[in-house]
């Protein structure tokens, strides 16, 4: 198996449990000591670098308005020291956004994730594209 092929497994369990199961205390096992995200418009950790435990608290604040929240991985792409990720996302509105009260619906979205590896094949960062937009419409229909 090609280290492209290690990588992209790695980051389909990453994506699995860490994202779709909420373990966020196994990020430590994948993430590097700092983790970037380079570009992610509308993340509230858009253009940080984080430690360890900063990721976990991002897993645990990006899930709690969405516990359910499923990844499908659409396709997996390595080129050099990363993996690109098109996936398509679901999750169910349980918890408050900023200016969105829950409302128990089904959410949507789509996008694509160029994640980056060091060495020691653990994640040091990601530059994202998402269809945050077609989130907040979905949130504001018969509001």
């Known amino acids: 198996m090609t280290?492209?092929?290690?990588r992209k497994q790695r980051l389909a369990a990453f994506i699995r449990q860490i994202w779709d199961e909420g373990e966020a205390d196994a990020a430590d096992g994948y993430i590097a000591e700092t983790y970037r995200i380079h570009h992610d418009p509308?993340?509230?950790w858009?253009?940080?670098?984080?430690?360890?435990?900063?990721?976990?608290?991002?897993?645990r604040m990006s899930r709690a308005a969405f516990p359910d929240q499923r990844f499908?991985?659409?396709?997996?792409f390595a080129d050099g020291d990363a993996v690109v990720m098109t996936w398509l996302w679901t999750g169910t509105h349980q918890g408050d956004l900023p200016g969105f009260p829950a409302t128990g619906r089904a959410i949507h979205m789509s996008g694509a994730t160029v994640y980056m590896?060091?060495?020691?094949?653990?994640?040091?960062?990601?530059?994202?594209?998402?269809?945050?937009?077609?989130?907040f419409q979905q949130l504001q229909r018969n509001r």
């Open 72 to 76: 499908d991985i659409q396709a997996l």
């Open 46 to 59: 858009e253009g940080q670098s984080l430690d360890r435990a900063g990721f976990r608290e991002r897993v």
């Open 3 to 6: 280290t492209q092929d290690k």
């Open 117 to 135: 590896f060091d060495s020691a094949e653990r994640l040091t960062g990601h530059w994202q594209v998402t269809d945050r937009l077609g989130v």
């Open 42 to 44: 509308g993340d509230p």
